[in-house]
Each structure stands twice: as C-alpha cells, then as structure tokens.
C-alpha cells in the first residue's frame, strides 16, 4: 500500500488562472481531507469530503472547492489563483470523519 | 475561536540532553491534543494524543488544562529526533479536523 497519494508533485500557474489538486486515499479508507500549508506555517484545513459530499469546511473563500469521486479519491480546486494562495497543499485520508488521518507526501503550488 | 501557540520556531540540543516542546492552547471547552512530527523527506505523521497517555518513541505530553499546555518531553535526546513537531487540538466529541500551531524545528547534534 503506498499510503496516499498527490498529483501532482509541483506545479506553477500563473495569477487568475485555475488549478486541480489530486489526491487518493489509503487504501481502505473513504474520507479525505484538505490543507493548505503555507510556508513557515502549519497546515490549514480547507474542507474534508465523505460519501462524496463535503462534510465540514475551514475558513476559506468560495475559490477553493472539491470533489470526492465513487472510489473515494479527491479533487481539489482553486479559482482565480493570487499569489497568496502559493504553498504546499496537503491531503489526508481516515476510515470514517472521525478516526486519525493520514498524510500524504503533498503538492507544492507556486503561483507567479 | 481555537488557537494553538508554539513559542519556538527552533529547538537545538545536543544528543543526551532532555528536550522540551512547548505547546499552548486556547479553546473554550474540553480539546484534545496531539503531537504530529514531519521527519526529513517524510509525510506529516501523528506521534501521540494526550487520551492515549502513551509514550512513543520515548516521548511523552501531559494535557495541563490550569496552564493549558500540551508540552512534548523527552528525557534524552537522540539524533534521529531531529525532525519538525507540530502541536495540534481538534474539539471534543471526536473530531480529527486538527487546528495546528506554526510548528518547532528540533535539531538534536551529534
């Protein structure tokens, strides 16, 4: 089992423009979380999706939005990028909304 | 609103010596704590939760609720200590939506 899983490793997008994280789970498990890690900072909660449906959100605005899809893998993605939004963006699996997450290796989004 | 505070952005010891990670919280009401360690090259990873009371890796963190404060020991470092540490609280009831503090680099030399 290779734990979880992002695509990709980095990218670079330019300010404005949209970006899709990806994200499978450990095996096993059906619910998946999001967080934004900025740098010098500790991870931020986005949202975290179960049965396909987001079950609780973090502070974010409108521009960060998902999808979890029948084989519990997920998508995050972000609109009209700003140069804030730059940082490492971390995906974490559970068994259930309620057990101990899992960490994957992350993405490292550098917008320009 | 929940808050975790980690003083220091970087700890060094020497190998041996007894190391101490602070963590302070803020939350209205009964949290749980935990420590979670990212090592070199490595995954985000939990390390222990205060409603376990174990001991992993010869660390160990005593929920003080008077001072609130979840600081993380351990009596003598090693070098493979060295890592990144990040204290974090979720609510109480079960949830594992952690709130994380800015994390404490240790560095523990030879």
């Known amino acids: 089992d290779a734990g979880v899983t992002q695509s990709p490793t980095h990218l670079i997008k330019t300010r404005g423009q949209q970006v899709t994280l990806r994200c499978s789970p450990k095996?096993?498990?059906?619910?998946v979380s999001w967080y934004q890690q900025a740098l010098g900072q500790g991870p931020q909660f986005i949202f975290q999706?179960?049965?396909?449906?987001?079950?609780q959100r973090g502070n974010f605005p409108d521009r960060f939005s998902g999808h979890q899809f029948p084989n519990y893998s997920s998508e995050l993605n972000v609109n009209a990028l700003l140069l804030g939004d730059s940082a490492l963006y971390l995906c974490?699996?559970?068994?259930?909304?309620?057990?101990?997450?899992?960490f994957g290796p992350g993405t490292r989004l550098t917008v320009t | 609103a929940q808050r975790v505070t980690q003083p220091e952005k970087l700890l060094s010891v020497f190998k041996g010596a007894p190391v101490e990670l602070k963590c302070n919280y803020s939350?209205?009401?009964?949290?749980?704590l935990f420590w979670y360690v990212q090592y070199s090259r490595q995954r985000l990873q939990l390390l222990l939760r205060h409603i376990s009371r174990e001991s992993i890796k010869g660390f160990t963190a005593d929920l003080n609720k008077g001072e609130t404060s979840f600081h993380l020991k351990k009596p003598f470092a090693q070098e493979e200590d060295s890592a990144m540490y990040y204290c974090a609280l979720s609510g109480s009831g079960g949830s594992y939506i952690p709130t994380f503090g800015r994390g404490t680099s240790l560095i523990v030399h030879p």
């Open positions: 939350y209205s009401g009964s949290p749980e």
């Open positions: 999706y179960y049965e396909e449906e987001e079950r």
């Open positions: 974490a699996s559970s068994l259930g909304v309620n057990h101990e997450q899992y």
């Open positions: 095996s096993g498990h059906d619910t």
